[in-house]
T-cell receptor, first 111, second 115 residues
Framework: LAKTTQPISMDSYEGQEVNITCSHN???????ITWYQQFPSQGPRFIIQ???TKVTNEVASLFIPADRKSSTLSLPRVSLSDTAVYYC????????????FGPGTRLSVLP | EAGVVQSPRYKIIEKKQPVAFWCNPI?????LYWYRQNLGQGPELLIR????????DSQLPKDRFSAERLKGVDSTLKIQPAELGDSAVYLC?????????????FGPGTRLLVL
């Protein structure tokens, strides 16, 4: 399983764009990248998933360079409600593969 | 569509007592996970089920933890006897495949405090 490395914490202000980068140097050819968000007293929630280049949904964008050794989660114009822990996971594109959660990145959005 | 349901949400017990957690996954999700999450850390996998079969229980402390998933739907995780170090949040998740990729859906968790 590919190991991931993320910053432990980040601070931002409301209305700013936040970019959280995850390193996964030993990502395998079949691995894909998934990001989860976790609020206090809740379970993690799926945000976005991708394999290469750029993926965008209504919540976030995911940028993956050609070598796929890192990925960046981009949250546009954050609000106070985006304060949460964000986890980057790398998994294999096969059914039932386990994902390993690291400590995540604790994002604090300030007014 | 209802999400993953867990109960109870909170449980306080004294050490050496037994405790059980229940999980109802999203309908149609064949894969079910139990995780343990300590304060300030990410979830750690305890056991994974494919239908009613436990396909990965390598991280489950089998001397005191047990789990079952009868009929491949609901699941129960039990601790007997509980120890102080078992205080944590226990998360259940279920998953499905979309275009060959897995997405896990988590329940709210059960917060266990062992005194």
């Amino acid at each position: 399983l590919a190991k991931t490395t993320q910053p432990i914490s980040m601070d931002s202000y409301e209305g700013q764009e936040v970019n959280i980068t995850c390193s996964h140097n030993n990502i395998a050819t079949n691995d894909y990248i998934t990001w989860y968000q976790q609020f206090p007293s809740q379970g993690p929630r799926f945000i976005i998933q991708g394999y290469k280049t750029k993926v965008t949904n209504e919540v976030a964008s995911l940028f993956i360079p050609a070598d796929r050794k890192s990925s960046t989660l981009s949250l546009p114009r954050v609000s106070l409600s985006d304060t949460a822990v964000y986890y980057c996971l790398v998994g294999v594109e096969n059914y039932g593969q386990n994902f390993v959660f690291g400590p995540g990145t604790r994002l604090s959005v300030l007014p | 569509e209802a999400g993953v349901v867990q109960s109870p949400r909170y449980k306080i017990i004294e050490k050496k007592q037994p405790v059980a957690f229940w999980c109802n996954p999203i309908s149609g999700h064949n894969t079910l996970y139990w995780y343990r999450q300590n304060l300030g850390q990410g979830p750690e996998l305890l056991i994974r089920y494919e239908n009613e079969e436990a396909v990965d229980d390598s991280q489950l402390p089998k001397d005191r933890f047990s789990a079952e998933r009868l009929k491949g739907v609901d699941s129960t995780l039990k601790i007997q006897p509980a120890e102080l170090g078992d205080s944590a949040v226990y998360l259940c998740a279920s998953s499905h495949l979309t275009s060959g990729r897995e997405t896990q859906y988590f329940g709210p968790g059960t917060r266990l405090l062992v005194l």
